[in-house]
């Protein structure tokens, strides 16, 4: 493939794209969160035992990014800290049921979003899209396994 443009430059248009109608949709609706807390509150979601270590990792963030953000999360009592039942060192993250309403509902208001810029988009266009995606993926993750031979 000789016309082969920068990936940052091209995933990276979409993406923000796909930010910025995630910005709007919360501002429409007085929703006082950014796209990357709503990520936090669906990593937290997702893992029982995850700490803002983890998520600092998983979102490629500085630890310190992190706890600013996830202070707003705990002053709008959307997430707690629990003592971690095999390390006491460690304070694992939950949604309390408020944070699981809120995560709900903006799960959902994500997808309509998704679902609006997708539109027009074929099924056949969208299946081949997320093939290369995952192939992307899967292609930096074999570079990433080589850098620890």
Do not use: C, W
């Not at 035992?49 to 996830?70: E, T, W």
């Amino acid at each position: 493939m000789d016309d082969i443009k920068p990936l940052g430059y091209l995933l990276g248009l979409p993406f923000r794209v796909f930010i910025n109608q995630v910005a709007v949709e919360f501002r429409n609706r007085e929703i006082e969160l950014t796209f990357e807390q709503f990520v936090m509150l669906r990593l937290i979601h997702e893992d029982e035992n995850i700490i803002q270590q983890d998520i600092a990792n998983r979102l490629q963030k500085d630890k310190s990014i992190i706890v600013r953000q996830m202070n707003d999360l705990f002053e709008q009592n959307l997430v707690v800290s629990q003592t971690n039942r095999d390390d006491k060192r460690k304070k694992n993250l939950a949604l309390t049921p408020e944070g699981i309403e809120k995560m709900n509902r903006l799960s959902d208001l994500v997808l309509d979003v998704s679902k609006k810029l997708l539109a027009d988009v074929e099924k056949n266009d969208y299946q081949a899209f997320l093939r290369v995606l995952n192939k992307i993926q899967e292609n930096g993750n074999l570079a990433d396994e080589s850098e620890n031979l």
